[in-house]
């Protein structure tokens, strides 16, 4: 599976909401191979992928970057990452994106229809996220309200 074409697909989601919800551009990196392992950036929410293709994919940002997109996407300020409203807003922003993403690869690949699991939102400095035998895809998206890694792990289900 080539991973440019893996992440593609979740790539256009974020740059199309980033927009559309945010009114903020995404000026991206080039997509690259993940190591085994990465450091969280303070917040990470985490979609899994379930159907003809497994995997999940991660959305890590800063703790400011987060509590930035809440406060644009509830119209609220917010000042701390651990408030209901900021995890709700993460793991909604991560839905939407997943759920345009995985529209995309089923309308290309018909057949395969993958689906997104609930997600998980963690926050906290320094967290270890292990990607286990698994070859990840990462790009960062870079926006006015900071940076956000797109990591993508995906396989073929046998």
Not at 61 to 81: C, H, N, P, R, W
Request: proline fraction near 2%.
């Amino acid at each position: 599976m080539d991973l440019n074409a893996t992440i593609a697909p979740f790539v256009r989601a974020s740059n199309n909401i980033f927009k559309e919800m945010f009114d903020l551009n995404i000026h991206k990196g080039q997509a690259e191979a993940e190591e085994d392992s990465f450091t969280s950036q303070g917040f990470t929410v985490m979609v899994g992928l379930i159907g003809g293709w497994e995997g999940w994919f991660f959305l890590d940002m800063s703790q400011e970057t987060a509590l930035k997109l809440a406060s644009i996407m509830v119209g609220e300020d917010y000042s701390s990452v651990e408030d209901e409203e900021v995890l709700l807003a993460g793991a909604e922003i991560a839905n939407i994106i997943g759920g345009n993403a995985i529209t995309d690869i089923n309308n290309i690949h018909s057949g395969l229809n993958i689906r997104l699991t609930p997600p998980s939102v963690f926050a906290g400095k320094d967290m270890s996220m292990f990607n286990v035998r698994l070859n990840a895809c990462s790009i960062l998206l870079q926006t006015d309200a900071g940076n956000v890694k797109l990591n993508v792990v995906m396989k073929e289900r046998k």
